[in-house]
């Protein structure tokens, strides 16, 4: 067959032309028939597949990190109940409002106890912070440095929290005398927070 018989083909009487034409003509209904299943079916479908295999990896790695941290939980439990534990130590080293005038009297007896002079012993007003409040003290000592170190040290061994900030020794009147310049710091726990 050759292509001068497709250009002979009546259409209006199909059923007469060769094989060949009638099974080319099956051939490309059935292609476009396809096709049209296709595009109005299937592709939609492969489309939700895409969007829903895409979701499944999301899921998966989400349930895979809750499941490592469920699988981390009883650690972490334990992990929160030593940090509150550790806390409420911690909390029992700040004085409460009731024990800061008697902080203030054991700063001023360490640094008289190493033989220091007060020359400035002012509290200030405290300062709230997150969960605490720093009680100042602007303090100004005289003595050797052997007496100076002697008072630091104590303040570091109270039983309670003191910090020493903004330290400033310049020379005294006599040879061996210092003048320290300190803020001494307390803190205090702001319950209800």
């Not at 895409?54 to 972490?76: T, V």
Request: glycine share 6%.
């Amino acid at each position: 067959m050759d292509l001068k018989s497709f250009n002979e083909i009546d259409f209006r009487n199909l059923g007469e032309a060769p094989g060949v034409v009638k099974g080319a003509i099956i051939a490309l209904i059935i292609a476009a028939l396809l096709g049209a299943g296709y595009w109005y079916f299937i592709k939609d479908q492969i489309v939700q597949l895409e969007r829903g295999e895409a979701r499944e990896g999301q899921l998966r790695a989400e349930f895979e990190e809750k499941q490592r941290r469920a699988a981390n939980l009883p650690a972490l439990e334990e992990q929160l109940e030593e940090m509150e534990r550790m806390f409420a130590s911690l909390v029992q080293l700040l004085p409460s409002t009731a024990e800061i005038p008697s902080l203030l009297v054991d700063i001023s007896q360490t640094a008289l106890s190493v033989g220091l002079e007060i020359e400035l012993f002012q509290p200030r007003p405290e300062a709230n912070r997150t969960f605490y409040a720093e009680v100042p003290i602007q303090l100004r000592v005289r003595g050797d440095y052997e007496q100076l170190a002697d008072f630091v040290s104590g303040i570091s061994a109270m039983p309670r929290i003191v910090t020493i900030h903004d330290v400033f020794i310049r020379p005294g009147s006599a040879d061996a005398d210092l003048l320290m310049d300190a803020l001494a710091r307390t803190y205090r726990y702001l319950e209800g927070t």
